[in-house]
């Protein structure tokens, strides 16, 4: 069952930033990085518990796309959610992706199935 | 293969430590088809957290931060914690465990870890209403709900935690006494002279401290409870604190036939094996290595035994070290090796200065050659170097009297980093010795504080060791003839001051050229806003345009101070500290209409906190319109100029000190810098304006005005040096543009202007020679740079209103723009919001900021 929910279209998106969207009560960070990639992580930074991370500063870190959170910094992995300065700490990954000019974001995983 | 089963029962901190350990080694690999898979029961109804940090929760720490626990930690499919469910009883024969639930798990492996509980002396009325122990996070909520609307309350116990729940106490706004039987305070831990220096430092500080007291009798009475004495007066007080001491919790393990030590614990031998076949003991239940140790590193030890052990391991556990730092009520206090002098002749040095509040105490071996122990109180900042020294065959230098009189810096003389042995163990708390260290940085690769940090562990619990491991660092660095690097980070080799100087010579204008021409990869939160920051000095234009917006630091990227909740504060600019009744009006309304929390900041201006993305603008718009702008509070730029009344109305000024602090504000204003600036004008040498602790301080005399450089507060003290005497006004500005555009051009990321000038060759003069006698044929350029500066300053926010485009980026959410963001929360504290804390975001707390009156 698919529940991919359209939240703006593409060209609203910055490049190399992020935003917020609100689905479902759920708050999910939505990036553009330079090469054109969409990624969606949940916005809730495990650190200060604020909801922030599509305010963070967008970049690299070896080859992963990273997101640094605003508030004590720690570096996500765009792709994994990872967190790659405390091994033992994820951020939520939603699938992502762009159609007929739209960003369209998925809750929860059963949708990468669909 | 099948899977084996590991139960752990008691989720502490060395429980949890010993999990963490288990996935962190392998051995509960999901994948494995002979792994582990790990049970954990839990008897508090939260995972584990930071006992060691639990007073911090009386100053704000939110339960959540205590945490041990990082989200998604038990999601690993071989781990299963059960919260509120103890374990009621183990069968080692049929090798299980039943927990209260009536849950049977059978078990290839146990390990206890049950920690221990707060000893009440049986004293009658110990226990009953307004009584209390002070050990789990449920303990202290209940002292604080007690507190409210209570007076006064009594301690009993003056030992380390006894010292604790006193400050918990005080903080809670109680009078507070300690009581204590011995006849000093943390008789464990100091010696008689020590604790008549801790004594004072405590009484100062208003807390009572009565010393050999012992406790008879508590009596309920109308007012709340008596506490009556062998000697002495009785003590009437609302609530009393047991901190006598611990006491193992082995309760289950004497159910179960365990065998246990004579003065309780599981009795352990050194693989941590208690007296049934696989089953061990941890932490503070466990006696082992002949005793029960009551901190967490030796726990923390012996949690890697156990996993060592379970892959197959041969490491034991003989003993661990029982120093202690202790930092409370802003008291430094540490006692390390043998502190008492029990080693047979040994020989004491003691210094002590009561004036100052400060007794230290090294105990020596009879050659005064070799550090046995010691205790500092007042001052401890020696602790991290001395304690690795303890007991080591390291030869002390010169004369022991020199490692205890007072230094500056802390560090002891003749004493550093690279006298440790390699062995010396310099994080207690994670059991990182020095050649483990110094390995990671020079076979790991770790190139900083924070790569050895995450490689080892070292400096993640306790934290007092972190200045040593960065000396280590820095001179393991320098011995392998890699000179700390200058680079920014992965992005770019250049520095700073180099980045700069490209940008500026070869007239680079976006971030993208840079990038391309200078660095590699994408950039990241340290590169970025060092280039956005240098962009803006060099040619100053709306700093949110283009690719410039996504390049800020986090609070730039909103032109506003990101708090903690994730709301902003802003802080409208009042040059030089001068503001009109109407403009206090305008500010005043702003708050009250947008429920802002209003406080008067330390640098003469207001600060206005709680304001969610999508009310920024319309709070800009009200100052804007009012004639007023938002401010730099944020930035790496002008904060404020600080001015004192001067001669305008004080009868001791000599010049109007206001008039300059406002002028200085509005030259300087917006500009970006390496770090931020502060100035400050005082109107004569009484200095108000406490101008000498400035970046740039000015103080007026009879004839013009004297100008100081490099002054600092903040984490490193420092008063500003002269720099210019009795100059008149305009070559006063013309040296500050000098002195300020230097500055921009050269310094390092982050480095304020005191360090800058510390590390510049040549020093003071080498500035004067460069901006006064143009040694460098700077000056010319400089002067362009801060002209151009000034003439092209725009107010930021009123450029951000005048354009749809840049409003876009201040909502809350790209497809509910004006849905303010669910998970902010306030409530309401002497008449102002603040956020929620973790433990109030109930439904029934939570009071958005009501927007009453917003102008279209
Ligand atoms: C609001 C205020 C405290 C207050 O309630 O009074 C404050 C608040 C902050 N200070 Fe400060 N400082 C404030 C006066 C000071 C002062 C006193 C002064 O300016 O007279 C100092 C010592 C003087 C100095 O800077 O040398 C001061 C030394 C610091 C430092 C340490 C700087 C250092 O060199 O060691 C930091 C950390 C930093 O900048 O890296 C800091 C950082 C901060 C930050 C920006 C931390 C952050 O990133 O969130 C705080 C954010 C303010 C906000 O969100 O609005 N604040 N801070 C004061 C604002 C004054 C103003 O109107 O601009
Ligand atoms: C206020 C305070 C300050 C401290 N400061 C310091 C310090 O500065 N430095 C330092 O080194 N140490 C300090 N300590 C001591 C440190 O907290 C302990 O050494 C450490 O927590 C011991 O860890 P543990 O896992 O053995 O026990 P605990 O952390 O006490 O955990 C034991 C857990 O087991 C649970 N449990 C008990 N029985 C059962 C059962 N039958 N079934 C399931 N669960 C059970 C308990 O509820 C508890 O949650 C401090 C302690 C306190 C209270
Ligand atoms: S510094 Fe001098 S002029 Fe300024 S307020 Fe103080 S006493 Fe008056
Ligand atoms: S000594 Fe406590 S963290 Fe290193």
Not at chain 2, 176 to 185: G, Q
Not at chain 2, 488 to 511: D, N, P, Q
Not at chain 2, 619 to 644: F, N, P, Q
Not at chain 2, 668 to 690: D, F, I, N, T, W
Request: net charge negative; with cysteine; aromatic share 6%.
């Amino acid at each position: 069952m698919s529940q991919w929910a359209s939240i703006c279209p593409a060209a609203r998106l910055p490049v190399e930033r992020g935003v917020a969207a609100l689905l479902d009560g759920e708050q999910v960070a939505v990036f553009r990085t330079a090469d054109n990639r969409f990624h969606a992580v949940s916005n809730f930074d495990p650190f200060s518990g604020a909801m922030v991370i599509s305010r963070g500063i967008v970049g690299s870190r070896g080859d992963r796309p990273t997101v640094a959170s605003p508030i004590y910094k720690q570096v996500f992995d765009l792709e994994t959610g990872q967190c790659l300065d405390d091994s033992a700490v994820r951020l939520e990954v939603h699938p992502v992706r762009v159609l007929d000019g739209m960003v369209q974001v998925a809750l929860g995983a059963q949708a990468l199935s669909a | 293969m099948t899977r084996k089963t590991l139960v752990v029962i008691g989720h502490g901190m060395v429980g949890h430590r010993l999990v963490e350990l288990a996935v962190e080694r392998g051995l509960v690999d999901a994948e494995d088809p002979g792994g582990w898979d790990v049970v954990v029961h839990a008897a508090e109804s939260v995972p584990a957290y930071d006992r060691v940090g639990l007073s911090s929760w009386f100053r704000g720490t939110t339960a959540e931060e205590l945490c041990l626990v990082p989200d998604g930690f038990f999601d690993h499919p071989a781990l299963d914690l059960r919260l509120s469910d103890p374990v009621v009883a183990v069968d080692v024969a049929a090798r299980t465990v039943t927990s209260s639930c009536g849950t049977v798990t059978p078990y290839d492996a146990l390990v206890l870890a049950t920690g221990s509980t707060a000893f009440v002396p049986p004293v009658p009325g110990a226990t009953g209403p307004g009584r209390f122990v002070y050990r789990t996070l449920d303990d202290l909520e209940q002292i604080r709900a007690a507190a409210q609307g209570a007076r006064s309350g009594a301690v009993i116990g003056g030992g380390l935690l006894g010292l604790e729940a006193a400050d918990a106490l005080r903080s809670l706004g109680l009078d507070t006494t300690v009581v204590e039987f011995a006849p000093r305070l943390m008789p464990v831990q100091v010696d008689e002279a020590g604790g008549q220096a801790l004594r004072r430092l405590v009484e100062d500080l208003g807390v009572w401290v009565r010393t050999s007291a012992a406790t008879q009798v508590i009596e309920q009475t109308d007012a709340g409870l008596r506490m009556v004495f062998a000697e002495g007066d009785p003590l009437d007080v609302d609530l009393v604190v047991f901190s006598a001491g611990i006491r193992p919790d082995d309760a289950l393990a004497r159910r179960t036939g365990l065998m246990t030590a004579e003065r309780g614990g599981v009795l352990v031998d050194e693989a941590c094996l208690a007296s049934a076949p696989d089953v061990y003991a941890v932490g503070e239940c466990a006696s082992a290595a002949g005793r029960c140790w009551g901190l967490v590193a030796p726990g923390y030890a012996q949690a890697e035994i156990v996993v060592d052990r379970l892959l197959g391991g041969e490491r034991t556990f003989t003993g661990a070290d029982l120093s202690t730092r202790l930092k409370l009520m802003g008291i430094d206090v540490a006692s390390f090796g043998d502190a008492h002098a029990l080693t047979p002749g040994a020989l004491e040095l003691v210094y002590a200065d009561p004036v100052a509040g400060v007794y230290a105490k090294l105990v020596v071996t009879d050659d005064a050659r070799h550090l046995l122990g010691g205790i500092l109180v007042g001052d401890a900042s020696a602790y991290p170097v001395l304690r690795p020294l303890t007991g080591t065959d390291v030869v002390l230098p010169g004369s022991p009297a020199d490692l205890l009189l007072p230094r500056r810096d802390g560090a002891p003389a003749g004493l550093g980093a690279s006298t440790l042995p390699a062995t010396a163990q310099v994080c207690s708390c994670r059991a990182v010795s020095k050649a483990e260290i110094c390995t990671a940085v020079s076979d790991g690769g770790c190139r900083d504080v924070a790569g050895v940090k995450a490689c080892t562990g070292a400096g993640t619990v306790c934290g007092s060791c972190v200045g040593l491991v960065k000396d280590l660092v820095k001179d393991e660095l320098a011995g392998l003839g890699v000179a700390m690097s200058t680079a920014l980070c992965e992005h770019f080799e250049l520095s700073r001051a180099g980045m700069f100087e490209v940008v500026r010579v070869k007239g680079i204008r976006t971030w993208s050229q840079l990038l391309a021409e200078h660095g590699r990869g994408r950039g990241c939160d340290i590169c970025k806003p060092t280039a956005a920051s240098i962009l803006a000095s060099l040619d100053s234009g709306y700093v949110l345009d283009g690719e410039r917006g996504g390049l800020q630091d986090t609070n730039d990227h909103m032109l506003a101070n990101l708090q903690k909740d994730g709301t902003y504060s802003v802080v409208p600019r009042i040059p030089g500290g001068e503001v009109t009744p109407e403009h206090l009006i305008v500010i005043g309304e702003v708050a009250r209409d947008f429920s802002l929390y209003t406080k008067i900041t330390g640098g003469q201006r207001i600060d206005l906190f709680g304001a969610r993305v999508e009310q920024l603008p319309l709070i800009w718009r009200r100052l804007v319109d009012a004639g007023m702008e938002s401010g730099h509070a944020y930035g790496k730029s002008l904060r404020t100029v600080k001015s004192c009344v001067g001669q305008t109305w004080c009868r001791f000024g000599v010049q109007d000190s206001t008039s300059l602090a406002i002028e200085l504000e509005l030259r300087y204003r917006g500009l970006r810098s390496p770090h931020k600036v502060k100035m400050g004008v005082s109107g004569c040498a009484r200095e108000c304006a406490e101008a000498r602790s400035k970046d740039f301080g000015v103080i007026a005399t009879e004839s013009g005005w004297n100008l100081y450089v490099g002054g600092n507060g903040g984490f490193r003290p420092r008063h500003a040096d002269l720099f210019l005497q009795d100059v008149d006004t305009a070559t006063l500005v013309r040296t500050i543009d000098r002195v300020l555009m230097l500055y921009v051009f050269t310094a390092d990321r982050l480095q304020r202007t005191a360090p800058w000038i510390e590390a510049m060759e040549g020093g003071l003069d080498h500035l004067r020679a460069v901006v006064l006698d143009d040694s460098l044929g700077l000056c010319a350029e400089l002067d362009a740079a801060m002209t151009r500066h000034v003439a092209t300053y725009s107010d930021e926010w009123a450029d951000t209103l005048a354009d749809p485009d840049r409003l876009a980026r201040f909502t809350s959410f790209v497809n509910a723009p004006d849905e303010p963001d669910p998970s902010i929360a306030f409530v309401r504290e002497r008449g102002q919001i603040r956020p929620a804390r973790s433990d109030e975001k109930g439904p029934a707390l939570v009071a958005g900021p009501v927007l009453e009156v917003v102008r279209a």
